[in-house]
């Protein structure tokens, strides 16, 4: 999710009924018990002390750190000194490609099946009737932007714009499907939309029954739209620990306690990055090599000060990550069995790596 420009926000309250109100939900999320204390190490304790420290000086408001499920650092503060609920932003949009793999694993869809097979009034179009689920998941589908009417509007306690799967179902195709990744609501909206037109079902919903309720997942509230849309790219509010189940599922490739969930095939496609941006695979952030240029554009919410990897040039590989404007972040580290939380406030001079330097490696970078 973008960061809040003050001239967009001019317009939206312009065309709004009232000014710009953020939709928030803050119900409390009782701890279930899900995930047991460790007895930290030294080592586990100084990175701890690290992490929060620099999340506290950066605006943050919890980290939260588990090493094979079993929590080693948790702190809360600025905002909160309790794990509340915060709007996750664009953290959100990492779920529906876990909603594209639990439909693919019923046989619903496959990533590389045409949108258009279900979207009938795109089949006219040169460009529309070429999109694949993948393209949508990886943002490379090609159809223009509209941050104003997608993202914004979406953010604000009364919104304009009605119908934003149809809206987003609607945009033109700017660019020839798979050759550019551009970042932003416009895929996910229409993923959505589709995702609508193939089942008969609210997206969330799927997600509710699917996903949510085998995990034991538990949110605050989810943004919608006026006509019922769930805002597949921002719309979610939870707590760290909350979060860190869909994380541990994650980790365990798709297992949950002994319970098969989600693919570990299916999964895999989900960190498979693009041609045109491979630090970006379906709906997550990659820790892969980039070039300058594909850093540049990347538009990301991401803010790391390494210019080799997206993430960390000295992290594992396997590093990957969901993440939201106000540097919401949850970082998944197979390799090491490690989760790594962070909630916050907006802070410019956030660094994704110098925040990773502590957490996973105990340097001050």
Known sequence: MIALKPVLLALVCAASSACFHPQTYDTPIPDDGTFLDG???AEQRERCRLAVAYSKSHSGYAVLILENDRVICED?????TQPAPHHLYSGTKSFSCALAVSLADEGKLRLDDLVSDTVSEWKSDPLKSRITVRQLLSFTSGLSSDDARLSLDGLVEHPVVGDKYTVALGLAATHEPGSQFEYGSTHLMAFGGYVRRLTGRDPLELLEERLFSKI??????WIHDPAGNAALPYGAFTTTREWAKFGSLLLHDGDWRGTRVLSSAGLAE?????????????TFWLNAEVTPEQLRTAATPLKTSDGTRMLYGEGPADLYAAAGAHNER????????LLVLRQGGSDDTWSDAAFLARALDGVEK
Do not use: D, E, Q, W
């Open 39 to 41: 007895t930290p190490t």
């Open 76 to 80: 809360y503060h600025g905002a909160t």
């Open 216 to 221: 034991g997942f538990k949110h605050a509230g």
């Open 270 to 282: 989900c960190r498979l990055g693009s041609t045109v941006m491979p630090a970006y695979g379906l």
């Open 330 to 337: 949850l970082f998944i580290v197979p390799s090491r069995g």
